[in-house]
């Protein structure tokens, strides 16, 4: 494996392991001593608040970019691994380069994170806003695209309550225990009646 390779691989890695590290003290800050600090006017108070106010903007641009890195990392090492031993390499390379990769950039780091979380905090929450800034255009199709996904099932749950209503009130009116003006009344509201033919 060459050395430019190892150093690519040690970047990648230090960067998805800084952003670990700052996104859990970012977090384990409780939100009471958040607005202490912001009170007491500590330096980057401010900023920490607003990471935490805007989590699901800071995670979602910390989660893409460690993924990236991650994913980078791992198809680096196995690269470097196949060059040097050959292909027969590949299928210890690529669950050991996982693993490391996992251990280095997401659990050591977050262990850290804890025991020195309020100052990791203050000091990283300036560069997850701007990271957040500089990511944000590229996360822009995702977004949409996790908005239509969101919006598809909230119509599918509509229509399947919309089908669970009829039903009951259908077995209700055989039943007895819905009358027949109930069931019209229902059908009315859901929009069935006027998509059948005869009715106005």
């Keep these: 494996m060459t050395g430019a390779l190892l150093l690519l691989v040690g970047l990648a890695l230090f960067t998805s392991a800084t952003l670990s590290a700052a996104e859990s003290a970012a977090y384990s800050v409780g939100a009471s ?3 202490t600090l912001v009170e007491e006017g500590f330096r980057g108070a401010e900023r920490l608040s ?5 989590h699901v ?5 910390v989660l893409v970019v460690n993924s990236v890195l991650d994913f980078a990392s791992v198809g680096m090492l196995v690269a470097g691994a196949t060059l040097q031993w050959g292909t027969l390499a590949i299928p210890i390379a690529i669950p050991l380069s996982a693993l490391g990769v996992l251990l280095v950039s997401g659990g050591v780091p977050r262990l850290i ?3 020195q979380s309020l100052r990791l905090a203050l000091v990283s929450a300036p560069f997850l806003i701007a990271l957040e800034r500089w990511v944000r255009p590229f996360l822009v199709p995702l977004t949409r695209l996790e908005e239509i996904v969101t919006q598809l099932k909230e119509e599918e749950n509509g229509a399947a309550s919309e089908r669970e209503l009829r039903e009951l009130t259908e077995l209700g009116r055989r039943e007895g225990v819905v009358e027949e003006e109930e069931h019209e009344l229902v059908e009315r509201r859901s929009g069935w009646t006027s998509c ?3 009715t106005s």
Excluded: L
């Design 57 to 61: 903007a800071i995670r979602s641009t």
């Design 113 to 115: 994170a804890t025991r």
């Design 33 to 35: 001593r958040v607005r």
């Design 50 to 54: 607003r990471v935490r106010r805007d």
């Design 196 to 198: 059948r033919p005869g």
